[in-house]
C-alpha cells in the first residue's frame, strides 16, 4: 500500500496569504495525485487530477506541481471560501489511498 | 446534473450486516467505475472499495476484504455495499463517488455507525 505523508497538518494563514501544502509518497507514483477540498459537512469535492489538472469550477489562484514522490498544491492568494481541510490521493496502485489531510484555517 | 444519492445507512450492532445503496443520474452509469470512500467523525478519507464499469473487476482496502462486497446494476443505475461482520471501526460516512482513480463527483454520504 502506498502512504501518503502531507505536511502541515495545520496552516494558519490570513486572506490573501499564499498556502503552501505537501504531499508526499511512499514510492513514486508518476503524476497519478489527486487533491481534494473539503468543507465541514460537505463531500470532497476533486480539486486537481493528474498531479497538475485544474478540476472544473476551481479558479487559476488553485495550482499543483510536482511528480514521482513530492507533490505541493498551491493556493497564491487565499480567499475566505478557501479555508477547508485539503487531502492528497494516489490512484498509481491499488487500493487507492488517501493523506490524512491539511487543514487551512484562518489566521 | 450528476446526482450520486446515497441510503441504507443507520445503527447496527457488531457483528451485524447492512446493505449500503447509492443511486445515480445525470450521466451514463455504465460508462464509469464507482467507489465507495468512507470517513470517520473527525477523521480523514478512506477509500473502502471500486468496482469497474461492467463489475468484471473489484478491488478493496484490506481491512474490509472479506467482509464488503461492492456490486452494481447499470440497468438500474445503482451501486451496492453490502457489508457483513461490522466492527466498531467501520462507523463512518460512506460515500458514493464516481471514477476508480480519482473520483470526479461525490454523494453527500450515508452514515453507519456500529454500536452495542
Known amino acids: 500500500e502506498i502512504v501518503l505523508t502531507q505536511s502541515p497538518a495545520t496552516l494558519s494563514l490570513s486572506p490573501g496569504e499564499r498556502a503552501t501544502l505537501s504531499c508526499r509518497a511512499s514510492?513514486?507514483?508518476?503524476?497519478?495525485l489527486a487533491w481534494y477540498q473539503q468543507k465541514p459537512g460537505q463531500a470532497p469535492r476533486l480539486l486537481i487530477y493528474?498531479?497538475?489538472n485544474r478540476a472544473t469550477g476551481f479558479p487559476a489562484r488553485f495550482s499543483g506541481s510536482g511528480s514521482g514522490t513530492d507533490f505541493t498544491l498551491t493556493i497564491s492568494s487565499l480567499e475566505p471560501e478557501d479555508f477547508a481541510v485539503y487531502y492528497c490521493?494516489?490512484?498509481?496502485?491499488?487500493?487507492?489511498?488517501f493523506g490524512q489531510g491539511t487543514k487551512v484555517e484562518i489566521k | 446534473e450528476v446526482q450520486l444519492v446515497e441510503s441504507g445507512g443507520g445503527l447496527v450492532q457488531p457483528g451485524g450486516s447492512l446493505r449500503l445503496s447509492c443511486a445515480a443520474s445525470?450521466?451514463?452509469?455504465?460508462?464509469?467505475?464507482m467507489t465507495w470512500v468512507r470517513q470517520a467523525p473527525g477523521k480523514g478519507l478512506e477509500w473502502v472499495a471500486s468496482?469497474?464499469?461492467?463489475?468484471?473487476?473489484?478491488y478493496y482496502v484490506d481491512s474490509v476484504e472479506g467482509r464488503f462486497t461492492i456490486s452494481r446494476d447499470n440497468a438500474k443505475k445503482s451501486l451496492s455495499l453490502q457489508m457483513n461482520s461490522l466492527r466498531g471501526e467501520d462507523t463512518a460516512v460512506y460515500h458514493c463517488?464516481?471514477?476508480?482513480?480519482?473520483?470526479?463527483?461525490w454523494g453527500r454520504g450515508t452514515l453507519v455507525t456500529v454500536s452495542s
Open positions: 463517488a464516481r471514477g476508480g482513480g480519482s473520483p470526479d463527483c
Open positions: 445525470g450521466f451514463t452509469f455504465s460508462g464509469y467505475w
Open positions: 468496482i469497474k464499469e461492467d463489475g468484471s473487476e473489484k
Open positions: 514510492l513514486s507514483i508518476s503524476s497519478h
Open positions: 493528474d498531479a497538475s
Open positions: 490521493q494516489q490512484r498509481s496502485n491499488w487500493p487507492r489511498t
